[in-house]
């Protein structure tokens, strides 16, 4: 297995397994072509250094997970840098394997290396599991967050 970044060839295998579940069905648009907001918001994270999107490859070379890592600057904790992880998944052919573990772990040591001092996700109140496996790595629930959709 290995972790490397994506590139716009990835975009199709990214797309699927983020819109392959309950919520991302919802929310994502999986055909062929991919709609082209895909493609441009894929240029935006790849040209900016505070983004790194990335993906983990089976023995084949086929990908079979992802995350997407940002550093956020900000002026408490003294000028602090926040690593947030979004958008994991994990192919369903390949859940339960230890991927997901491996993913957060490369995810932690980046931040580490980039000087964050915190990192933190989000998940879904509708996906219990998620949240008992990011328990399992040491995240803890220690804020309550809050969002508004525009």
């Known amino acids: 297995m290995k972790i490397r970044k994506a590139?716009?060839?990835?975009?199709?295998?990214?797309?699927?397994?983020?819109?392959?579940d309950v919520l991302g069905s919802q929310r994502e648009q999986f055909k062929d072509p991919l709609?082209?907001?895909y493609l441009r918001a894929f240029e935006?994270?790849?040209?900016?250094p505070n983004h790194e999107l990335v993906v983990i490859d089976d023995e084949?070379?086929?990908v079979v997970g992802t995350?997407?890592?940002?550093?956020?600057?900000?002026?408490?904790?003294?000028?602090?840098?926040?690593a947030q992880i979004e958008q994991v998944r994990i192919?369903?052919?390949q859940r339960g394997q230890g991927l997901g573990k491996k993913l957060f772990e490369w995810a932690i040591n980046r931040a580490r290396e980039k000087g964050a001092h915190v990192v933190q996700l989000?998940?879904?109140k509708q996906r219990p599991q998620a949240r008992k496996?990011?328990?399992?790595?040491?995240?803890?629930?220690s804020h309550e967050g809050m969002k508004r959709h525009l």
């Open 7 to 20: 590139t716009k060839t990835d975009l199709t295998a990214i797309i699927e397994m983020l819109a392959n």
């Open 35 to 37: 709609p082209e907001a």
């Open 44 to 48: 935006k994270i790849d040209a900016d």
């Open 60 to 62: 084949l070379g086929k």
């Open 67 to 82: 995350l997407q890592l940002s550093f956020l600057q900000y002026l408490t904790y003294q000028g602090g840098i926040r």
């Open 91 to 93: 192919h369903e052919s």
């Open 122 to 124: 989000t998940t879904d």
């Open 133 to 141: 496996f990011y328990e399992g790595l040491g995240f803890k629930a």
